[in-house]
């Protein structure tokens, strides 16, 4: 069943741009199986949050896409393989 996620991200004081141009660049360059694309939107009553609406497959792709990134970060963060 596909689903939607939805994430408020807060950025650092003035800096959304910047924020959200890392996230979209992410995004193009690691489009992971069952995720669908995002919509960004901007708070008009906070400058510095993006909310982000993303479209996925089903929250199996999801959680299975958060595990893989988790463990990548944690290779890098340890400097070690991630256990199997």
């Known amino acids: ?14 800096r959304r741009d ?6 979209e660049q ?5 489009r992971p199986s069952g ?5 960004y939107y901007e708070s008009l ?3 510095d949050l993006l909310i982000d609406i993303a479209d996925w497959e089903s ?7 958060l595990a893989q990134a988790i463990a ?3 290779q890098e963060v340890r400097g070690s393989s991630p256990a199997s």
């Open 18 to 23: 910047e924020l959200r141009s890392l996230i």
């Open 72 to 74: 990548a970060w944690l």
């Open 26 to 30: 992410l995004a193009t360059r690691d």
């Open 45 to 47: 009553d906070d400058p």
């Open 1 to 14: 069943m596909p689903v939607k996620v939805i994430v408020e991200l807060k950025a650092q004081s003035g």
């Open 59 to 65: 929250p199996e792709a999801r959680t299975a896409h």
């Open 35 to 39: 995720y669908h694309g995002s919509t």
